[in-house]
């Protein structure tokens, strides 16, 4: 579904990303871990567009995407949330939401402001697969809220009811379980897991007990290389994956 092929970053002189080789496939829930400053949220902003490769292909169903603009994620198939949550400050739970899913319809600015026929249906559509979403997660209770009022784990469930309202094919997440507790954690768990195979996941996360509990396939960065990939067994059990992971307080 995703694929990197030797993707170097360079920030300043600092070689960030460093030939890095990865794939997502199809169907998966793919998990790309690291110590802190590994360069994980590089590699995400790459694939969404926010950063350039210097070097190397990124591919998406066999297309290159290298170019791709971020507002053209969405046509594609791509949603994503943030590291950092990222919801509007001045829209509502709800707003938000259909926001996420509007950039995959047909109704512009223009035809918005037209006020034509097809856009009060389109509208209410969206209305009602957003608050669909929000029931799915368990947000019922704050469609009206405004995020600042959210505690922040249930931002966070926000942001993601926002990028599976547009019903991609691929999900990039960053860090979703950063900053939630345990309960929190367990619940997206099986989320995530529902999610596939429609829909293939790359999880960019430092919770070991959820990266290992729902992954398919688990790539490994240190100081910008891929060091390791495997399955959770296979990556619990390397030793470069331990060396690197010294110092940190997660325990593999
Ligand atoms: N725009 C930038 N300018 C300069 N340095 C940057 C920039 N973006 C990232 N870096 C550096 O690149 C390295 C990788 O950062 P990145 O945020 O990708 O790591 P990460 O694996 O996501 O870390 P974390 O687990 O803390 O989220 C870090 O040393 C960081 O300081
Ligand atoms: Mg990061």
Redesign the pocket.
């Known amino acids: 579904m995703l694929e990197l092929i030797g993707v170097d970053v360079t920030v300043s002189g600092l070689k960030i990303l460093d030939g890095v080789t990865m794939k997502v496939p199809a169907g998966s829930i793919t998990g790309l871990i690291g110590p802190n400053g590994a360069g994980?949220?590089t590699a995400?902003n790459v694939v969404c567009g926010f950063m350039r490769a210097d070097t190397g292909t990124i591919s998406f169903k066999d297309q290159p995407i290298n170019r791709v603009k971020t507002h053209q994620l969405a046509k594609l198939g791509i949603s994503r949330t943030l590291?950092a949550v990222g919801l509007f400050p001045a829209l509502t739970v709800l707003e938000n939401v259909m926001l996420g899913a509007t950039s995959r319809t047909k109704a512009g600015i223009l035809s918005d402001s037209l006020a034509l026929p097809w856009v009060d249906k389109e509208q209410r559509d969206i209305r009602e697969k957003s608050r669909e979403m929000l029931r799915r997660l368990g947000l019922v209770d704050v469609v009206d809220a405004m995020p600042v009022e959210l505690p922040y784990p249930t931002q966070k469930k926000v942001a993601l009811a926002r990028a599976l309202v547009s019903e991609p094919d691929l999900l990039l997440l960053?860090?979703p379980a950063g900053g939630v507790g345990a309960d929190d954690i367990r619940e997206l768990a099986t989320v995530l897991k529902a999610l596939t195979p429609k829909v293939t996941v790359l999880l960019?996360e430092h919770h070991m007990e959820l990266v290992m509990d729902v992954c398919d396939l688990i790539w490994v960065l240190d100081a910008g290389k891929i060091i390791a990939s495997g399955t959770p067994a296979q990556i619990r059990a390397n030793n470069e994956v331990l060396t690197a992971y010294l110092g940190e307080a997660e325990v593999l």
Request: overall charge negative; glycine content about 0%; proline content about 0%.
């Open positions: 994980k949220t995400f590291q960053d860090e960019v």
